[in-house]
């Protein structure tokens, strides 16, 4: 059973910088895209970055475009995601999320959408206070 868990959440001010990680297991790592997401109260689960199988494509949601940065580490079965220059506004759960890639023609591609990927984690809380 594929499982996902996020760490690195906390309470830091704005300007600072955070990383996440998420561990899984389960899996073939390498055969998953992989994604963040985050929940404020209140409001939908929204995008912020995903990375595809290979590692090759990243997307951003514009939003933290330039001050987030997404990075996996195939061998040791872990997605990062490094926070810079947080702001007030980015404070969230933030969730990671894998998608089972199942031919090699779309290992390149990163997704984007909550419906795109199948397995998720329980989340980690990041607060930035003003």
């Known amino acids: 059973q594929v499982q996902l868990v996020e760490s690195g959440g906390g309470l830091v001010q704005a300007g600072d910088s955070l990383r996440l990680s998420c561990t899984t297991s389960g899996h073939t790592f390498s055969s998953y895209a992989m994604g963040w997401f985050r929940q404020a109260p209140g409001k939908e689960r929204e995008f912020v970055v995903g990375?595809?199988?290979?590692?090759?494509?990243?997307r951003y949601a514009d939003s933290v475009q330039g001050r987030f940065t997404i990075s996996r580490d195939n061998a040791k079965n872990t997605v990062y995601l490094q926070l810079n220059s947080l702001k007030p506004e980015d404070t969230s759960v933030y969730y990671c999320a894998a998608r089972r890639i199942r031919a090699e023609f779309f290992t390149g591609i990163a997704y984007t959408s909550v419906k795109q990927y199948d397995y998720w984690g329980q989340g980690t809380q990041v607060t930035v206070s003003s």
């Open positions: 990375i595809s199988s290979n590692g090759v494509d990243t």
